[in-house]
T-cell receptor
Framework: ETGVTQTPRHLVMGMTNKKSLKCEQH?????MYWYKQSAKKPLELMFV???????ENNSVPSRFSPECPNSSHLFLHLHTLQPEDSALYLC?????????????FGSGTRLTVV | GEDVEQSLFLSVREGDSSVINCTYT??????LYWYKQEPGAGLQLLTY?????DMKQDQRLTVLLNKKDKHLSLRIADTQTGDSAIYFC???????????FGDGTTLTVKP
């Protein structure tokens, strides 16, 4: 257990479903991140929240919608996904807005879109 | 990522030393990191080094930084089968809101 908890660990959803991924940290960190990790592709930064404010949105399709209700929780709402969205979705947090001392990652949610 | 490059694979025998290399392009990179990812898990921060340092040692891990060549390496002494994983190099510039990751090096340790 790293201090960053992601649920669910695995998710299978149809292209017309709506689901949400949850990330939680109680490390007292001020920044949280969503990354997508696909086979044969580098880590892709999706969203960055610092002090609950979105500071980066890396040209992510609108079918992915993040939400950060407080500094301890981060959600990724999913709707009408495509099969190519199947990947490991990783949440991370850092002490400060840029992550001077590195990130703490969760174990990820393995998403399969059918 | 294109700003941080690593070789994709490395295979060593148990007990040998492993050296994983990384090059980066941004000379203003201030912080450099090594992460480890085991199968089915997220990334785990192993160590980091500031750009004003040349070397950092932590038990079996030694990080070397050559700022002139923009080259970072991670040496694992007495490599064990449990060290088999993907190792990611990452860098961050001062005041940048994010780190940039390499594509990862898959280390395979053979008994």
């Amino acid at each position: 257990e790293t201090g960053v908890t992601q649920t669910p660990r695995h998710l299978v959803m149809g292209m017309t479903n709506k689901k949400s991924l949850k990330c939680e940290q109680h490390l007292g960190h001020n920044a949280m991140y969503w990354y997508k990790q696909s086979a044969k592709k580098p880590l892709e930064l999706m969203f960055v929240y610092s002090l609950e404010e979105r500071v980066e949105n890396n040209s992510v399709p609108s079918r992915f919608s993040p939400e950060c209700p407080n500094s301890s929780h981060l959600f990724l709402h999913l709707h009408t996904l495509q099969p190519e969205d199947s990947a490991l979705y990783l949440c991370a947090s850092s002490q400060d807005g840029g992550g001077d001392y590195g990130y703490t990652f969760g174990s990820g949610t393995r998403l399969t879109v059918v | 990522g294109e700003d941080v490059e690593q070789s994709l694979f490395l295979s060593v025998r148990e007990g040998d030393s492993s050296v994983i290399n990384c090059t980066y392009t941004d000379s203003s990179s201030t912080y450099l990191y090594w992460y480890k990812q085991e199968p089915g898990a997220g990334l785990q921060l192993l160590t980091y080094i500031f750009s004003n340092m040349d070397m950092k040692q932590d038990q079996r891990l030694t990080v070397l930084l050559n700022k002139k060549d923009k080259h970072l390496s991670l040496r694992i002494a007495d490599t064990q089968t449990g060290d088999s994983a993907i190792y990611f190099c990452a860098e961050r510039r001062t005041n940048a809101g994010k780190s940039t990751f390499g594509d990862g090096t898959t280390l395979t340790v053979k008994p």
